[in-house]
């Protein structure tokens, strides 16, 4: 199955340490989506890439959140100085240029204490 | 803002009853997706929709789209506990932005 993998699954951290995320794309796409999920509401967006460009970013990413693409493959979600407010769900996904649809990962748990 | 109100946001039937969730806008959407998710795991695409007016049906669920672009439905005939999920619809407004905006959901619970 060639489908959008994140690592880790899960993390727990303690409060002020930094930590990163991995998600690998569905091979042939070049679109790549992070969101992030907390409890009992939908996903929400914070930014994408098509190849190694970031085209778009919402406010909810904070100067502690930095996103990168280097090489259009791969992504990584980094988290600087994490607060109990980041416990969430952090959900990747991606698509091909011009299509609707997004097929997301099975998404990295933090938990922050 | 752009927002996607979804209802019921709780729903609990036993097997073999048919129900509807809604999901609605002010705005018109360029898409509409409807995914399924599992607690743990990312949303699962279900279906898109894309003129207004259409109807997709995916075996025992039935996706419509608004005539006007702005409302959406799912449709499910005799439920079965293995629909158990929560279902997220999300809209794509495009104007050039390709986040997709997410209602908060409807968590259904089929009761064998």
């Known amino acids: 199955d060639t489908g959008v993998s994140q690592n880790p699954r899960h993390k727990i951290t303690k409060r002020g340490q930094n930590v990163t995320f991995r998600c690998d794309p569905i091979s042939e796409h070049n679109r790549l989506y992070w969101y992030r999920q907390t409890l009992g509401q939908g996903p929400e967006f914070l930014t994408y890439f098509q190849n190694e460009a970031q085209l778009e970013k919402s406010r909810l990413l904070s100067d502690r959140f930095s996103a990168e693409r280097p090489k259009g493959s791969f992504s990584t979600l980094e988290i600087q100085r994490t607060e109990q407010g980041d416990s969430a769900m952090y959900l990747c996904?991606?698509?091909?240029?011009?299509?609707?649809?997004?097929?997301f990962g099975p998404g990295t748990r933090l938990t922050v204490t | 803002t752009q927002l996607l109100e979804q209802s019921p946001q709780f729903l609990s039937i036993q097997e073999g009853e048919n129900l509807t969730v809604y999901c609605n806008s002010s705005s018109v959407f360029s898409s509409l997706q409807w995914y399924r998710q599992e607690p743990g795991e990312g949303p699962v695409l279900l279906v898109t929709v894309v003129t207004g007016g259409e109807v997709k049906k995916l075996k025992r669920l039935t996706f419509q789209f608004g005539d006007a672009r702005k409302d959406s439905s799912l449709h499910i005939t005799a439920a079965q506990p293995g629909d158990t999920g929560l279902y997220l619809c999300a809209g794509h407004w495009g104007g050039g932005s390709e986040k997709l905006v997410f209602g908060k959901g409807t968590k259904l619970t089929v009761n064998p």
């Open positions: 996904a991606s698509s091909f240029p011009g299509a609707y649809e997004q097929y």
